[in-house]
């Protein structure tokens, strides 16, 4: 996988995942963050050879780095947590830039990890990874066959399951986030899907505007998150 943007590859270097190639723009001096011990790999490079390797309009600040996959965790590995212990389940999210900012914001109010489903979500890249600025490197991924399986396995771990929909029964502030808690957030267009739903524990809305309570998914997971935090006492300066 090829990340790019100054954050996004200082974060990967800095947490030791595996460097095949780094690519640095010509005339621009390398960057003091990259190690000794990976500067043989790497290749400098004219501004348009970036744009050949990116998507288009990819703000790379110059510089890219290629690295093995991001490796999917199975939820099976949420069974042994602590009590205080928050993920979040990302039901059809599939606009990167939407998904890499959930994953930033994640890891900024210290969440466990973000779950995805393995067919009908975003996968992750490098425009997440960019999005992410990092996050990615501090928290984890977890890939589910079927959603709606894994909240149930989820409950059986002792987690609390609360899906974020505009029309919910009570407001987020609420309801009891305390200990091991899922919250699902839907996708950009549909939202949550019903199974998910109907698998919830609690079904709970943000109080915004009546005159206009839509937000963006990354925008809702944040205000969910920073809930969640504050209930459970997260320590975040640490």
């Not at 939202?191 to 937000?215: C, M, W, Y």
Request: with cysteine.
């Amino acid at each position: 996988m090829l990340i790019y943007g100054i954050h996004a590859c200082k974060s990967a270097i800095d947490m030791g995942r595996r460097i095949t190639r780094i690519f640095v723009q010509k005339r621009k001096p390398l960057p003091k963050w990259v190690p000794q011990n990976v500067a043989n790999k790497v290749r400098y490079i004219e501004t348009h050879e970036f744009g050949n390797m990116l998507p288009k309009h990819a703000v790379h600040q110059g510089i890219a780095v290629e690295v093995e996959d991001t490796a999917l965790h199975d939820i099976t590995e949420l069974e042994h947590t602590p009590e205080r212990c928050v993920v979040a389940i990302l039901d059809g999210v599939t606009d990167p830039h939407n998904f890499g900012a959930i994953i930033r914001t994640a890891a900024a109010f210290g969440l466990r990890g973000v779950i995805v489903s393995e067919k009908s979500s975003c996968k992750i890249t490098g425009t997440v990874a960019k999005a992410a600025s990092g996050g990615l490197d501090c928290i984890d991924a977890f890939s589910a066959t079927n959603l709606s399986r894994a909240i149930e396995q989820l409950k059986k771990y002792g987690f609390w399951v609360v899906s974020l929909c505009e029309r919910g029964e009570k407001f987020l502030h609420e309801v009891d986030l305390q200990g091991r808690v899922c919250l699902i957030l839907g996708s950009e267009g549909d939202g949550i899907r019903r199974l998910q739903k109907e698998h919830s524990d609690f079904v709970a809305k943000l109080p915004t505007n009546q005159n206009f309570p839509t937000l963006n998914v990354s925008t809702s997971a944040a205000v969910a998150f920073y809930e969640a935090a504050k209930q459970n006492g997260f320590d975040l300066r640490k």
